[in-house]
T-cell receptor, first 115, second 114 residues
Framework: DADVTQTPRNRITKTGKRIMLECSQT?????MYWYRQDPGLGLRLIYY???????NKGEISDGYSVSRQAQAKFSLSLESAIPNQTALYFC??????????????FGPGTRLTVL | AQSVAQPEDQVNVAEGNPLTVKCTYS??????LFWYVQYPNRGLQFLLK??????LVKGSYGFEAEFNKSQTSFHLKKPSALVSDSALYFC????????????FGTGTRLQVFP
């Protein structure tokens, strides 16, 4: 979805390096999410944020941190990357669901390889 | 615990034939169910959802899904498959605790052969 952008799209790094993945959205949504996708495991939630002051851990937050710089921006950091963090990372957004929507809108993904 | 199961890693179907991609769920309360599709090198695209109402839900690209409460299933269907339907399909359920988190299945790869 062009309304949700992620940078970089691909990144190769070395063990121990600090990496930041960025997500921006123009949908005006309050809620933003970071997922990682691994083959055979589907998507797993890393962190989510319901507004700038509300950040919550997902099911696999260890080794990751996030920053919600503004309503439109949500960054994911790997403080010291390790090889098992090699994965495809997705950012997603959703609105408050007041209109009964609830679906999430995904960015194109960042393919991260940690050597 | 809330969960979604997609029992088939891959589904193969000939172009023009009907297709079904299976999904079962386990969630407390009324489920909010979704199907997403992922084409190569792309993000996930929303296909359809069931929140309430008619058990047969129609979505994008001619797909539909049938909600079956007694069997706790939400299978994705299409009457006539296209080669361009080949992709990875994910079923998901909204966290019933009201956080809007989605719990995803492991995905099913659909391969449509000419």
């Amino acid at each position: 979805d062009a309304d949700v952008t992620q940078t970089p799209r691909n990144r190769i790094t070395k063990t121990g390096k600090r990496i930041m993945l960025e997500c921006s959205q123009t949908k005006g949504h309050d809620r933003m999410y970071w997922y990682r996708q691994d083959p055979g495991l589907g998507l797993r939630l890393i962190y989510y944020s319901f507004d700038v002051k509300d950040i919550n851990k997902g099911e696999i937050s260890d080794g990751y941190s996030v920053s919600r710089q503004a309503q439109a921006k949500f960054s994911l950091s790997l403080e010291s990357a390790i090889p098992n963090q090699t994965a495809l990372y997705f950012c997603a957004t959703s609105d408050l669901g007041l209109a009964g929507s609830f679906e999430q809108f995904f960015g194109p993904g960042t393919r991260l390889t940690v050597l | 615990a809330q969960s979604v199961a997609q029992p088939e890693d891959q589904v193969n179907v000939a172009e023009g034939n009907p297709l079904t991609v299976k999904c079962t769920y386990s969630v407390s309360g009324n489920p909010y169910l979704f199907w997403y599709v992922q084409y190569p090198n792309r993000g996930l695209q929303f296909l359809l959802k069931y929140i309430t109402g008619d058990n047969l839900v129609k979505g994008s690209y001619g797909f539909e899904a049938e909600f079956n409460k007694s069997q706790t299933s939400f299978h994705l269907k299409k009457p006539s498959a296209l080669v361009s339907d080949s992709a990875l399909y994910f079923c998901a359920v909204r966290d019933p605790l009201g956080t809007d988190k989605l719990i995803f299945g492991t995905g099913t790869r659909l391969q449509v052969f000419p």
